[in-house]
Nanobody, 119 residues
């Protein structure tokens, strides 16, 4: 079972970007999915999360600019980012709590995708 993230890139402040992450393998179900980020010299932080029922939460710094969504049928989670700022520059990681069976769950991380926002 793995998570594969994509969509990072280099863009100017004010631009938009969409990150995607797909889970693959033998999956029974997926609970919470989320995006985290880690900027140079800083700790990894939660950006946004979404439950299997669609409830969302966001870091204060991205509220109103980022939107997290998921497709349960495709086991994917996306992060739509608008109004990007230089301080959004970071490696973005997708994360998912995956149930492998009725009795087994695991916490998976994607490989990270770099988002660079220039001023």
């Amino acid at each position: 079972v793995q998570l594969q993230a994509s969509g990072g890139g280099l863009l100017q402040a004010g631009g938009s970007l969409r990150l995607s992450c797909a889970a693959s393998g033998s999956i029974f179900s997926i609970n919470t999915m989320a995006w985290h980020r880690q900027a140079p010299g800083k700790q990894r932080e939660l950006v946004a999360g979404i439950t299997s029922s669609g409830s969302t939460n966001y870091a204060d710094s991205v509220k109103g600019r980022f939107t997290i969504s998921r497709d349960n049928a495709k086991n994917t989670v996306c992060l739509q980012m608008i109004g990007l700022k230089p301080e959004d520059t970071a490696v973005y990681y997708c994360n998912a709590r995956i149930r492998l069976s009725l009795m087994s769950s695991t916490d998976l991380w994607g490989q990270g995708t770099l988002v660079t926002v220039s001023s």
